[in-house]
Structures are given as structure tokens and as C-alpha cells.
């Protein structure tokens, strides 16, 4: 999928009237009027190598697996004018071997941001994290169709909840995007500041890398899910009943993801911070 250039209205003005970008100065010359660059909200680079979640998880066998597929290097959230973009950096160019709709093929990303409030602590349903400070608004971002993504968050976000948790109701507040570009190793979603609010009141950010899966449980929305041992199209080095994060990197610091418990009577989701 290409990126596409968009010249604003405004710019295109300056160009006409200035003689492609060119105005006069007071010593007869020329100078050149660039475009103002979009501004940045929020950057973060995470360290390379976390891939593994909790700390013991490993990639499922199958080869479409590539080393690094998961592991997040860094997020950017600029103001693009009337949207957002997020850009999601990884460790290996993207692909699409599976042919999908949205122009990859097997990770997905969640992104939450607090805005001030931090309503809600439980995050995606079948991420089994929870978030400590809250957030209010996220975008999750996958490789299907956006009628499937959006069918994934309104069937499976009304009731989230662990063992030791009070059900939340995450649906309004989980959101698709309007645009998804790729470029190398960087996807880039554009929302449009109608539908998620004035970012510019950021309080903390968090981001998950998880596996895309196209025919997932229903408990989990559009995720490929960890189990005790690795398969072909599983994740390994979990567990096998509920509990335990079904997320291979996050941004920052991954420990807190161990902090989990997960056997045949108890259900309880580790909870991580957000990046401030």
C-alpha cells in the first residue's frame, strides 16, 4: 500500500501565488516557502529485543513468523491537521503473505491513551492486561476489513473483566482508523480528531503488539492467543487456561506483564503502566 502525499489547500495557495514556492525578499532574491511540519504529541522509542511478553514467550513455528514481527521499536503520535497519525514502528518490515484486506498480515496493534480521566483499567478484550493510571480512548488497529474490526470490538468489549475485576464496558471508547498506511517497518493510522478527541491533553500513552488472528475465540478480539507450548500458529510459553497476557511487546519496560495468574481456579490480568 502506498503512502499518499496530501497538499493542503492552504500550501497549494502559497505555491500559485508565489511562483512554485518561490516569493520575493527585500534584497531582489528568492527564497523558498516550505509547508510547516505536522506537529509531534508524543514519541517513544522501545528497546529492540522484548518480543517474548511475559518474559518466557516464543513465536508459533510456522516460518510466516519472521524473527522480529512483533517487536515493537517506537511509537509517534503527530497532529495531522484534521486527524491524528500514529506511527508504529517494528523490527522487520511489514508483509502480507496471508493476502489480508489491510495490507499486512499477522500482527495487530492496540494504542490507549489516557486524556485525563483514565476511566477505564481493563484494556481489549483477550489482551488480559489491565492498564494502572486508566485510559479513555484507544485505537486498535488490525489487518482486516474495518466492518470486521469494528463487528470484533462491539460483540466482545461490553463485559471485560478478570477474576478480581469489575466488568467494563470498553466499545464506545475503542475505535478503528480511517486511514492505514506502510512503509518498510512503520504503519501509520490517521483518525480523525472527530471521532477521538483532542489529543493534545495527553497524559500517557501504551501501546501492545499482539498476533492477528482471523478466526479468534469468543473472548478474544481478533487475537491470536499464548499457550503453554508453541504450535504452528500458536504462541508458546503461557499457559493454557485464562490469565496469563495474550501480548508480545508493549511500549516500555515488559516485566510487569509476569505479574499474572492464570491456573484452573483463579483468572488474574497483570496490570502495566503507561508511558508519560
Not at 499518499?4 to 502559497?14: C, D, E, P, Q, R
Not at 519472521?66 to 514502528?89: C, E, N, W
Request: charged share 25%; glycine share 10%.
Amino acid at each position: 500500500m502506498k503512502r499518499l502525499l496530501v497538499v493542503s489547500t492552504l500550501v497549494a495557495g502559497i505555491l500559485l501565488a508565489g511562483g512554485c514556492g518561490k516569493t520575493a525578499s527585500p534584497a531582489g532574491g528568492t527564497k523558498v516557502v516550505k509547508a510547516a511540519k505536522s506537529a509531534v504529541l508524543f514519541s517513544k522509542e522501545d528497546v529492540a529485543g522484548d518480543d517474548t511478553g511475559a518474559g518466557t514467550y516464543v513465536y508459533p513455528t510456522d516460518k510466516v513468523f519472521v524473527p522480529g514481527a512483533f517487536d515493537l521499536l517506537g511509537v509517534t503520535v503527530k497532529d495531522a491537521g484534521d486527524s491524528y497519525a500514529i506511527s508504529l514502528k517494528i523490527a522487520t518490515d511489514f508483509k502480507n503473505d496471508w493476502k489480508s484486506a489491510g495490507g499486512w498480515d499477522v500482527q495487530m496493534f492496540d494504542v490507549y491513551f489516557n486524556l485525563g480521566t483514565g476511566k477505564h483499567h481493563q484494556t481489549i478484550s483477550g489482551r488480559h492486561v489491565k492498564i494502572a493510571e486508566g485510559w479513555d480512548v484507544a485505537v486498535m488497529v488490525g489487518p482486516d476489513k474495518p466492518t470486521r474490526m469494528r463487528k470484533e470490538i462491539d460483540d466482545k468489549n461490553s463485559d471485560v473483566a478478570d477474576d478480581v475485576s469489575d466488568p467494563e464496558n470498553l466499545v464506545d471508547d475503542v475505535l478503528i482508523p480511517d486511514e492505514i498506511s506502510i512503509e518498510g517497518d512503520t504503519l501509520t493510522a490517521k483518525i480523525s480528531k472527530d471521532k477521538i478527541g483532542d489529543l493534545s491533553k495527553l497524559n500517557g500513552v501504551q501501546a501492545f503488539v499482539l498476533g492477528a488472528e482471523g478466526y479468534p475465540s469468543k473472548e478474544d478480539t481478533y487475537n491470536r492467543v499464548v499457550n503453554e507450548y508453541a504450535a504452528q500458529y500458536r504462541f508458546g510459553g503461557g499457559s493454557d487456561y485464562f490469565g496469563d497476557p495474550n501480548v508480545m511487546d508493549i511500549l516500555g519496560d515488559n516485566s510487569k506483564l509476569a505479574d499474572y495468574k492464570s491456573d484452573e481456579g483463579t483468572s488474574e490480568y497483570p496490570t502495566v503502566d503507561l508511558v508519560k
